[in-house]
């Protein structure tokens, strides 16, 4: 299976700061790479979609990059609401895997 | 506007069996394929099954392989898990996603516990 190692596993930071998670696959996945959003006791929301895909209704402070194995989640202005825990998921192969996630705290 | 709803869960001892249900509304549930996802307490989301649309092709994580069974009604618009052999680290709860995960259910609770 490939593992996806995703990183920092949490960070703290102020509104207006920008901020980058990123993840690395063991193995090249082209662009097949989802973002979600997870606040507790939510379901999990889809933020980005093959790797750079912003999906229909969320804002455009999240953006996404990257190919083959490093990918980047990037908030560009932290906001209140953005509070929650962030994964990545990797759909080229089977078994699909996620990271770990990364808990985004506001300062 | 589209809607999953899972149902099913509950407390189950390690060995036994269950069957979670995911009922979809709002869109074509014969056109797309379908997951389940699960997080156990307090940890992060596992991808743990997919059927395609037509209920042609199944995958699995390792950790259910050949434990869980993932099918579908398209008549009725339902996915179902098949839990069996269950144990004590598949407590979590289980999502169910349309296929790109662009809409989830709120969960369904398993407790495999004596």
């Known amino acids: 299976a490939i593992q996806m190692t995703q990183s920092p596993s949490s960070l703290s930071a102020s509104v207006g700061d920008r901020v980058t998670i990123t993840c690395r696959a063991s193995q090249g996945i082209r662009n097949d790479l989802g973002w979600y959003q997870q606040k507790p006791g939510k379901a999990p929301k889809l933020l980005i979609h093959a790797a750079s895909s912003l999906q229909s209704g969320v804002p455009s402070r999240f953006s996404g990059s990257g190919s083959g194995t490093d990918f980047t989640l990037t908030i560009s202005s932290l906001q209140p609401e953005d509070s929650a825990t962030y994964y990545c998921?990797?759909?080229?192969?089977?078994?699909?895997?996620f990271g770990q996630g990364t808990k985004v705290e506001i300062k | 506007q589209v809607q999953l709803v899972e149902s099913g869960g509950g407390v189950v001892q390690p060995g036994r069996s269950l069957r979670l249900s995911c009922a979809a509304s709002g869109f074509i549930f014969s056109s797309y394929a379908m997951h389940w996802v699960r997080q156990a307490p307090g940890n992060g989301l596992e991808w743990v099954a997919l059927?395609?649309?037509?209920?042609?092709?199944?995958y699995y994580a390792d950790s259910v392989q050949g434990r869980f069974t993932i099918s579908r009604d398209n008549s009725k618009s339902i996915l179902y898990l098949q839990l069996n052999s269950l144990r004590p680290e598949d407590t979590a709860v289980y999502f169910c996603?349309?296929?790109?995960?662009?809409?989830w259910g709120q969960g369904t609770l398993v407790t495999v516990s004596s």
């Open positions: 059927i395609s649309y037509d209920g042609s092709n199944k």
């Open positions: 996603a349309r296929q790109i995960r662009d809409y």
């Open positions: 998921l990797q759909d080229y192969s089977y078994p699909q895997t």
